[in-house]
Every structure is written in structure tokens, then in C-alpha cells.
Antibody, heavy 127, light 111 residues
Framework: EVQLVQSGAEVKKPGESLKISCKGS????????IGWVRQMPGKGLEWMGI????????RYSPSFQGQVTISADKSISTAYLQWSSLKASDTAMYYC????????????????????WGQGTLVTVSS | QSVLTQPPSASGTPGQRVTISCSGS????????VNWYQQLPGTAPKLLIY???QRPSGVPDRFSGSKSGTSASLAISGLQSEDEADYYC????????????FGGGTKLTVL
């Protein structure tokens, strides 16, 4: 059974650093991209970035480039999302999700979707 | 302001059929497949429809998806109280170096 299990809720002060995790199991962790999605209180889903644990290739949404760092440790099947200096506006629920990829080289047809999601990590930043 | 446009709310009575629209552009919906996610209150999103109209195992056939040009829609027939949730459309966007874009979400209320 495919599972993504995220680390627990965090309460931090502005300016502090934080690293949250997402541990995959039940599949080949190095063969699928893992994405991170933010959901601010009462708001919609925002894609932050994605990493391929096999070679740590990482892509960021322009909105989050430079604001967070995405990494992975394939030896323990875990992806990470980290901040060096939190702001109150980082208060949100953060989800990791596995991306399913399909690409037909002959036709150029492709499919990408997030098929499994973690349970979410609530990050609260308050003085 | 989300790249994909959804109505903020929708409603229906039990047994009714409701549809939720999702409008995009040639760089996202127009050239890539559309996926739909259901987020029940207090839970993580769940894949509901992938590749425009495919249902993952376990998703009832009351849920269906379609796509035409730069728009897509999700239809729910035989509405049930447990369908009350937020629904998000998503697609990859070729103009953003292959990044994913989400709709703003539609809150479905079962009256």
C-alpha cells in the first residue's frame, strides 16, 4: 500500500527555521516525483515545487522560489520542505503528494497527476 | 487569483446532478490533461478524476469528468450528503516550465 506520512504539527516564532518531512512507503521512492502544496487557512491549493528523489532534480513555483528549500534523502525515502526564516504568512497546512507520470514518446501525449497525498502538516508561525 | 477559474460555490439537493466548471487557457487545459481533487472537510485532498475523465479505483461512477478546448467540467450525479466538499481542478502549464496550476476551488453544499 502506497503511503506518504508527514511529520507532526509545528508552532514556531517568526524568524525561526523549520524542516518538515514526508516519508514514502509501499513503492519505489526514487522513481516518482514528490510535490509540495500549500493551503493557507480557508484558502485553496497552491503548488510550491517538486523533487525527483532519484537524482534530487528540483523545480520551484516562481511564487516560492527562494522562499523555501525542497530536498530528499532517498536512503530513508523521505522528502523535506524547509524554511530558513519563517514569517507569519507561512502559517498554513502543507501537503506532500506523489506525482504519477506517463509520457508517450511517439505521440507526445502526457499525463501527470498527484495520485497519493500525505495527511498534511500544520505550520503555525506566531509571536 | 488562480490560473484556472472555478465558481467559488455550487449546491444541490440529494439525488440531483450538479456540474462544476473549470476554465483555463491554451497553455494549460488546452494542451494538457485535467485532474480533479476532492477535499472533504478537515482532510487532505484526494484524486477524484485524472486524465480528463478517468476515475481511480474506488471512486463511484457518479463522478465524471470532461474536457473541451480550454475548459473542463466535473459532474456529480445522484448527489449524496457525503459529497459535500471542496473540489479543485488542476492541470500542468506549458508556459510555466511544466508547473502545475490549480483552480481556486469550488465548495459544494448539499442542501
Amino acid at each position: 500500500e502506497v503511503q506518504l506520512v508527514q511529520s507532526g504539527a509545528e508552532v514556531k516564532k517568526p524568524g525561526e527555521s523549520l524542516k518538515i518531512s514526508c516519508k514514502g512507503s509501499g513503492y519505489s521512492f526514487t522513481s516518482y516525483w514528490i510535490g509540495w502544496v500549500r493551503q493557507m487557512p480557508g484558502k485553496g491549493l497552491e503548488w510550491m515545487g517538486i523533487i525527483y528523489p532519484g537524482d534530487s532534480d528540483t523545480r520551484y513555483s516562481p511564487s516560492f522560489q527562494g522562499q523555501v528549500t525542497i530536498s530528499a534523502d532517498k536512503s530513508i525515502s523521505t522528502a523535506y520542505l524547509q524554511w530558513s526564516s519563517l514569517k507569519a504568512s507561512d502559517t498554513a497546512m502543507y501537503y506532500c503528494a506523489r506525482r504519477w507520470d506517463y509520457y508517450d514518446i511517439l505521440t507526445g501525449y502526457s499525463e501527470y497527476y498527484f495520485d497519493y497525498w500525505g495527511q498534511g502538516t500544520l505550520v503555525t508561525v506566531s509571536s | 487569483q488562480s490560473v484556472l477559474t472555478q465558481p467559488p460555490s455550487a449546491s444541490g439537493t440529494p439525488g440531483q446532478r450538479v456540474t462544476i466548471s473549470c476554465s483555463g487557457s491554451s497553455s494549460n487545459i488546452g494542451s494538457n490533461t485535467v485532474n480533479w481533487y476532492q477535499q472533504l472537510p478537515g482532510t487532505a485532498p484526494k484524486l477524484l478524476i485524472y486524465s480528463n475523465n478517468q476515475r481511480p479505483s474506488g471512486v463511484p461512477d457518479r463522478f465524471s469528468g470532461s474536457k473541451s478546448g480550454t475548459s473542463a467540467s466535473l459532474a456529480i450525479s445522484g448527489l449524496q450528503s457525503e459529497d459535500e466538499a471542496d473540489y479543485y481542478c488542476a492541470a500542468w502549464d506549458d508556459s510555466l516550465n511544466g508547473h502545475v496550476v490549480f483552480g481556486g476551488g469550488t465548495k459544494l453544499t448539499v442542501l
